[in-house]
């Protein structure tokens, strides 16, 4: 009146508990379940972004991720939009026209356009004293505004400069703008007018 | 073709679960009762904190003031004393008992075991003083401060070494299914307990890596640890207590590997704050695990097959037939969650508190209950206290399961059709829900019912075999006494 918990030493012959029907794996099961690993191999793919740890969820991939966040490096004029309308635009309009009494005009004006090197001095360290911008006398100051940038950052906020509102000047590269901060090492007294007139 | 034999049998009732050799059931008694007894304890605490927990949940005003028993606090002990307090004790109590009688040898250690036992349940009661206290990590299923999970910890280590040393000296060469299941879940309990309770509370990792601990930690605890002592399990008592041969184990070896190779990777949900590619692996994980989930149901119909009535007559088969099914229903509804994904998101809401009852009661909770009852008797020597609270017992779990599962279901999904409406609040989604969580609490109320007819009959099974022992003990030392008296 007992079940045995013991395995019988040969298979069950007749006369004892029938067998349980031979424990084979179906055909359908791994049929099933080779179609599941080739349908996991594309999801995963679709949505595993392969791994790179930068890449989350709604984005499934690096690609997809960089349509939407442009990659550092390069320049950007949206970028350099962007940075220009927070940083700069509070004195010189977001339409680069100036502002009568607190800073001069950027559009058209020939020391955004004029030599690169010239033009990276002035955010990087600041600029004082009188200069003369579209033919008119200013005598302002302006503290570095973009000392706190990084290169690239900078170097998109030049470039978007110097191509907007009707300038059509070159872009400006983080290589220079890192060039020019290595030249002034850390200086922190602005520059003049005619300090700049030195630098080509 | 049913052999005169098994319709003799069939006749005289259901078959009883064999004594084993002497030394096999010495050695299993008392480590096992200790563990069983402590766990069927835990149990009703468990159940009677989740009731409360799930009162609140609708009428928060309910025993609002002390605040050990507010809801962040009942709500956690609960869940740490069902997992904890129960399942843990009771599916090691198990698989020992598989490894000796299958092996055909003594438990190694018997009195080493009982200790383990009994620091388990003592880290259970130290863990749960420290929840109410509000000493709780925070972590689901990871609720213990780390003294308490420590002692848990230990106990499981003392636990595990028995087995896998009565596995290594057993007689029988040949080892069966449920022999590889239960070795490789008392390995795994070690290695993710040790693993997230270390990342988590000893040398706390930073950030986001929390989370995905926690989550793998979860998917392995209820996907891998419990399918593995739970079908070990029911590999090894379903045939026998239907009467039939253990056969062939193919399946159950796909089961296994696939279990093991990519239960593992379940657990992260789509929207999980994480690097894509974790929660991407874990659903495409879910869905080949549902294909064990598939192996398991083949393999309970091969050993079932034109026998499903002996399931029926029997009380302890209904229990494993029952947790079977719910661990197939749990596996389907875990992959469904894992699928709707993103845009669709259920594992946001009930669905999951429903599909975890499914996991954890309805299934491992139910296969040891059946399993209990099954062996027990052999332990002792006699049959349980109370045939009519078994079957009691049944249909109440049952109706119980029933009662919360499905209606935490179905709030779950209305739930995550509502969440897609714009134009609703959070908080009148949340309300939403309520008629379903009043719903569940009558299925918490039966199932704490029958987990409370479960210790009962436990304990009076085991105060009736002390007290036999009692007796014995004072009439032989009564005989003693009177014989001395006589010789002096």
Redesign the interface.
């Known amino acids: 009146?007992?079940?045995?918990?013991?395995?019988?030493a040969q298979?069950?012959t007749?006369?004892?508990?029938?067998?349980?029907?031979?424990?084979?794996?179906?055909m359908w099961?791994f049929i099933?379940?080779f179609v599941?690993?080739f349908?996991?191999m594309n999801?995963?793919d679709r949505?595993?972004?392969?791994?790179?740890?930068?890449?989350?969820?709604?984005?499934?991939s690096l690609a997809e991720l960089q349509m939407h966040q442009p990659p550092t490096g390069g320049i950007n004029l949206e970028r350099g939009r962007a940075v220009y309308e927070s940083v700069c635009a509070l004195c010189h309009g977001v339409d680069g026209k100036g502002k009568p009494g607190q800073a001069p005009p950027l559009a058209g004006a020939e020391w955004v356009l004029g030599p690169v090197n010239r033009l990276v001095r002035i955010p990087l360290a600041g600029l004082t004293g009188p200069i003369e911008v579209n033919g008119q006398q200013w005598n302002l100051a302006m503290p570095a505004m973009g000392a706190a940038l990084s290169d690239e950052d900078l170097a998109a906020v030049l470039s978007y400069m110097r191509t907007s509102w009707g300038n059509k000047g070159t872009e400006v590269t983080a290589e220079q703008v890192g060039a020019v901060r290595k030249e002034i090492g850390n200086r922190t007294q602005p520059f003049t007018a005619a300090e700049l007139l030195t630098v080509q | 073709m049913v052999s005169p034999e098994a319709k003799a049998k069939a006749a005289a009732g259901a078959p009883a679960i064999d004594a084993g050799s002497a030394e096999e059931t010495v050695s299993c008694r008392w480590p096992l009762l200790v563990l069983f007894l402590g766990a069927a304890g835990w149990l009703v605490a468990g159940s009677l904190l989740g009731l409360l927990a799930s009162i609140k949940f609708h009428s928060p005003m309910f025993l609002a003031e002390p605040a050990w028993l507010t809801y962040g606090r009942v709500k956690a002990a609960s869940a740490a004393l069902l997992v904890y307090g129960f399942c843990v004790p009771t599916a090691l109590g198990v698989g020992l008992w598989l490894m000796s009688r299958l092996g055909r040898v003594a438990l190694a250690g018997p009195v080493v075991a009982g200790f383990g036992g009994g620091l388990l349940h003592a880290g259970v009661a130290v863990g749960l003083v420290g929840v109410l206290r509000g000493d709780g990590t925070g972590f689901l299923h990871l609720e213990f401060p780390a003294g308490a999970a420590g002692l848990v910890f230990l106990g499981y280590l003392l636990l595990g070494t028995v087995g896998v040393l009565t596995l290594y000296r057993r007689r029988e060469a040949r080892m069966e299914a449920a022999q590889w299941f239960v070795l490789a879940g008392l390995f795994w309990f070690g290695w993710i307990y040790s693993t997230a309770n270390l990342c988590l509370l000893v040398f706390p990792v930073r950030g986001v890596a929390q989370a995905a601990i926690n989550y793998w930690h979860t998917g392995n605890l209820l996907g891998v640890w419990m399918g593995l002592m739970g079908l070990g399990t029911v590999f090894a008592l379903l045939p026998r207590l239907a009467g039939r041969e253990p056969g062939r184990e193919y399946v159950a070896m796909f089961v296994f590997w696939v279990l093991l190779l990519f239960g593992s990777w379940t657990g992260i949900p789509a929207t999980a704050p994480l690097p894509a590619w974790m929660p991407a692996l874990s659903t495409v994980g879910t869905v080949l695990s549902g294909l064990g989930v598939l192996g398991v149901a083949v393999i309970v119909h091969q050993t079932l097959a034109g026998r499903y009535g002996s399931v029926w007559r029997d009380e302890r088969l209904r229990f494993l037939g029952l947790g079977v099914a719910a661990y197939v229903v749990g596996g389907v509804m875990q992959v469904v969650e894992a699928l709707s994904g993103r845009s669709w998101m259920l594992h946001f809401t009930w669905f999951t508190a429903a599909r975890e009852w499914m996991q954890v009661y309805g299934y491992l909770a139910l296969v040891m209950f059946g399993t209990v009852y099954a062996i027990v008797p052999a332990l002792v020597g006699v049959d349980w206290w109370s045939r009519r609270f078994l079957r009691l017992h049944f249909w109440l779990a049952g109706a119980g399961l029933l009662f919360v599962a499905a209606p935490l279901a179905a709030g779950g999904v209305v739930e995550a059709a509502r969440l897609l409406n714009p134009a609703l609040g959070f908080v009148e989604v949340s309300r939403g829900t309520l008629m379903f969580l009043r719903l569940s609490t009558i299925g918490e109320l039966l199932i704490l019912a029958g987990n409370g007819l479960f210790f009962v009959n436990l304990a009076g099974t085991v105060a009736g075999i002390c007290r036999r022992a009692l007796a014995d003990a004072l009439r032989r030392w009564g005989a003693e006494t009177t014989g001395e008296g006589a010789a002096a």
């Open positions: 009146m007992s079940v045995e918990m013991r395995r019988p298979p069950a007749e006369g004892r508990e029938e067998p349980t029907p031979q424990g084979a794996v179906p099961l099933l379940l599941a690993l349908w996991g999801y995963f949505h595993g972004a392969w791994f790179n740890g930068r890449v989350y969820a709604p984005y499934r």
